[in-house]
């Protein structure tokens, strides 16, 4: 992560766990250097670009999350057992983007405290 909040990540892909989106990737490619990746949130169905400004970032083993200024928080990666928090039913869901999760609004507000 940089100063500037920005996500950087590299190794293998598997999972989509490190938030790399992009269309002419396949499942499992590795990056040997940093690349850096971009917040996304639904908007009309669709997934645009947010604001990167993340101050936190918390990995696990096959999946990541991060916190941005404003509380708000992304997850991307492994799917199962509901480890990023977000329905992932769909197989084409959009579990390799780092997407803004929808939380309710007493949750964001606390996470704002850290």
Not at 30 to 40: D, E, L, R
């Amino acid at each position: 992560m940089s100063a500037k909040g920005n996500v950087y990540a590299f190794g293998q892909n598997k999972y989509g766990k490190l938030g790399i989106h992009r269309h002419n990737t396949r499942e499992g490619d590795a990056y040997k250097v940093p690349v850096k990746i971009s917040m996304y949130k639904m908007q009309g169905g669709e997934a645009v670009k947010a604001k990167n400004d993340i101050v936190s970032v918390c990995a696990g083993f096959n999946h990541s999350l991060a916190q941005s200024k404003t509380g708000k928080l992304y997850s991307w990666g492994y799917k199962g057992k509901g480890l990023l928090g977000r329905k992932c039913d769909d197989a084409n869901a959009l579990y390799n983007t780092p997407l803004n999760l929808e939380l309710m609004p007493t949750l964001q507000t606390g996470l704002t405290q850290f």
